[in-house]
């Protein structure tokens, strides 16, 4: 069985994106989370800025199958919906992460070598 290479653009997604729930949670941390419906909202973004990063990374592993194409869509995604809500405050390195994230999934899509 052929062995595949690693992407790089969907580690640096990963990465990133990692870097972004690091920060993310330090910030709350920080802060007081007073009522209900905020420390439910920050349960959720904190779980969704812990799984992308996981997802770039398991999709970056395996670039060439149909599984890492799609978990890497899944979390070029998810960054980018993410990004966008957050721009205002910690969105644009989520987005950066997105745009590796797409270009992992174009490469991958295509057929070319990971990078």
């Given at each position: 069985?052929?062995?595949?290479?690693?992407?790089a653009?969907?580690?640096a997604?990963a990465?990133?994106?990692?870097?972004?729930?690091v920060l993310?949670?330090?910030l709350?941390?920080?802060?007081a989370?007073?009522?209900?419906?905020?420390?439910?909202?920050?349960?959720?973004?904190?779980?969704?800025?812990a799984?992308?990063?996981?997802?770039?990374?398991?999709?970056?592993?395996?670039?060439?199958?149909t599984?890492?194409?799609?978990?890497?869509?899944?979390?070029?995604?998810?960054?980018?919906?993410?990004?966008?809500?957050?721009?205002?405050?910690?969105?644009?390195?989520?987005?950066?992460?997105?745009?590796?994230?797409?270009?992992?999934?174009?490469?991958?899509?295509?057929?070319?070598?990971?990078?």
């Amino acid at each position: 069985m052929k062995r595949g290479r690693i992407s790089a653009a969907g580690f640096a997604a990963a990465a990133l994106s990692g870097a972004v729930a690091v920060l993310y949670l330090s910030l709350i941390a920080q802060g007081a989370v007073d009522t209900d419906g905020a420390r439910l909202r920050v349960a959720v973004f904190a779980a969704l800025f812990a799984l992308l990063p996981i997802l770039a990374a398991l999709g970056s592993l395996r670039p060439d199958s149909t599984g890492g194409t799609r978990l890497l869509a899944v979390a070029a995604t998810g960054m980018t919906v993410l990004g966008l809500l957050a721009i205002a405050s910690i969105g644009l390195p989520l987005l950066l992460a997105a745009a590796a994230g797409w270009g992992a999934v174009v490469r991958s899509a295509r057929g070319g070598p990971p990078r």
